[in-house]
């Protein structure tokens, strides 16, 4: 059995978009209270903040600082759905820095795996640009690291977040050190995310899911396709963009999946780069379909 760790710490709560707003706190109490009442008790793991240094491997230094001065000086950013706040500046700190953490706990061996359960999400992120409830890119910051400061040659990236990552593509499109595959519902936002983008040498794959597929295909998509193409890359490292929002009740999806095929994809993959693996809770608003599926997700990469 494979020694999971959870990576979380209560700061996140702290970026308050308010209770109508689908990236809410709210939606990361939900998962806390499904793992803590099916019973799963992973070791914990407090995130240190990214450094400015960090983020610079993904970001430009005038996006940082908009970030920054929108949320410490109060002045809007000009993406509406992208709540900043005081608070949201540490919580975003804290987020971009929850996978480096997590990245450092696996290569020390002291975990298998780790699940990153912070907010605010981060696939959407562009390297000068936040949107669609994103600050900052936490799966590219955490690559980044991997391949610049721990020394990885190859690096993949798995998002099955119904919303195609177009940040974490944009980011390492022209790097054919980073293996970037999406699974994602097409018509949706934002809207990118053709089979025909396949960045530097082909390290980018995309799969356009139309509205209510059959969660087989999804599967079978990811049995048949993305397991022998993440090994024909032979990651040295597996990052996780997972969005639970391909759940059937999800109110920004079109899709059918039931929590158990969150599961069996992650089952699928969990093996790659000899299960090194962290996985970053992206999307996932139905309070408690994104708590059931956050289960079956951390059961998987435990077993």
Known sequence: MAKTALVYC???LAHDTGENHPECPSRLKSVLAAIEAAGITPP???PEPATREDLLRVHTAEHIDTVKRCCLEGEDYPDPDTVMMDKTWDAALLSAGAGITACKAVIAGECDNAFVVMRPPGHHAEA????GFCVFNNVAVAARWLRDVAGLH????F???VHHGNGTQHIFYEDESVFFVSLHEYPQFP???FPFERGKANTTLNFQMPPGCSPDQWINTVRGVVVPQLQLFAPEFLLISAGFDAHRLDPLGNQLLE???FAEMTRLVRNVAQG???????GGYHPTAVGLCAVTHLQALMA
């Open 276 to 282: 090194r693996v962290v996985s970053f809770l992206e």
């Open 44 to 46: 914990l793991l407090t």
């Open 10 to 12: 209560e700061q996140t």
């Open 154 to 157: 190859r690096v993949a990236i």
């Open 128 to 131: 000068d640009f936040a949107m």
């Open 259 to 261: 929590a158990e095929h």
């Open 159 to 161: 998002d099955f977040d």
């Open 191 to 193: 809207g990118t995310g």
